[in-house]
């Protein structure tokens, strides 16, 4: 099971660890920013297909920032398919 760990830019969220395995995503954790919020993210899209959750959480916002802990998610994802 490849495991990324990938270090997000603009957030408050300093680090996305996770595994991909056969296309599907397992054991999400982020280290700081919103934590229950975060953990929610990790909670909802254990075992779901990693293109399917990079299209869905790509562009998201928070606060005029450019981008979220989400989009970066989508962006760690995105380098790792």
Known sequence: M???????????AV???FDIED???HN????NGCNGNLK???KLVEGKPASEIADILR?????MRGTSCADQFAK???ANL
């Open 40 to 42: 929610a993210i990790g």
């Open 28 to 31: 999400v954790q982020f280290t």
């Open 76 to 78: 760690a994802i995105d």
């Open 2 to 12: 490849p495991h990324v760990s990938y270090t997000p830019q603009g957030v408050c």
């Open 59 to 63: 562009g998201n916002d928070c606060g």
């Open 15 to 17: 680090k996305i660890d």
């Open 23 to 25: 296309g599907l995503l």
